[in-house]
């Protein structure tokens, strides 16, 4: 795929369709990494930005069950 530089005040850029930043996640950070004659542009994701809702839909799913018993529970017998 072609993209053409544009003039961006004294810099140039690159103009990105509303397709592609949606497709690769693209918000309002990127990466930029070269490799022999390539420039890669990865999305900078948040971390945890989508716990909330991932744990949602675990609970909606029942899938949000303690995997260890309580640390704290008096009447755990750790022996």
Not at 17 to 34: F, G
């Amino acid at each position: 795929m072609e993209a053409k530089v544009i003039q961006i005040g004294n810099s140039k850029g690159l103009h990105l369709s509303k397709t592609i930043l949606e497709k690769y996640e693209i918000e309002e950070v990127v990466n930029l990494r070269m490799e022999e004659h390539c420039i890669i542009i990865e999305p900078v994701k948040k971390p945890r930005s989508n716990w909330a809702k991932s744990f949602k839909e675990m609970r909606n799913n029942g899938d949000d069950k303690l995997l260890m018993k309580d640390f704290f529970d008096e009447n755990v017998n750790w022996e």
